[in-house]
């Protein structure tokens, strides 16, 4: 059976390149412990540079699980899993069994995890302010719908790869 070609097939392989390295620069900008420090003194807050990942994610993913959340963060799951303990003597995290299976723990965020996290929002709003200055609402509300858009495909796709491959492998292949 044929394979369906779009005129837009073109355009899209000479703008991939640019996209992927915006995606590069992104992830690099993101990963820098200085943007995490700089974001955790904004906020006013006392914790741990490295705790700040596995706390975002709890409040924002959870409850999750230790493998899923090392996942996510690119750690060794007993990394992970020592920075969860911490978070949950700090008392802002705690954890507790899967109900499908209980001998499954999960990391759920605590109310005081909560207000971190809410100032941690309040403080990456404000240095989000910054950025936008100078973009109009629309440029920005197009961004944030097109970034959902990007991502959930991009979920959906790496959730139903069943050989392992990566999403660049796949569409090196279509090309």
């Known amino acids: 059976m044929p394979i369906k070609k779009h005129v837009q097939d073109a355009h899209i392989r000479d703008q991939l390149r640019t996209l992927h390295g915006s995606m590069i620069s992104l992830v690099s900008v993101m990963n820098r412990p200085q943007n995490d420090e700089a ?102 509300d197009d961004l944030v719908r097109l970034m959902r858009r990007f991502t959930d495909a991009i979920e959906a796709r790496v959730g139903s790869a069943s050989t392992g491959g990566t999403l660049a492998d796949e569409i090196d292949e279509s090309a």
């Open 39 to 140: 974001l955790i003194r904004e906020a006013g807050i006392k914790l741990d540079r490295a705790l700040f990942p596995p706390l975002v994610l709890v409040e924002r993913l959870g409850p999750i699980g230790v493998v899923e959340l090392a996942e996510r963060v690119g750690r060794d799951y007993t990394t992970v899993s020592r920075q969860v303990a911490k978070l949950e003597r700090l008392g802002l995290v705690r954890r507790q069994a899967q109900p499908g299976d209980r001998r499954v723990r999960e990391s759920v965020i605590t109310d005081e995890g909560r207000v971190m996290t809410g100032m941690l929002d309040a403080a990456r709003f404000r240095m989000a302010e910054q950025v936008f200055e100078d973009w109009d609402r629309k440029d920005f």
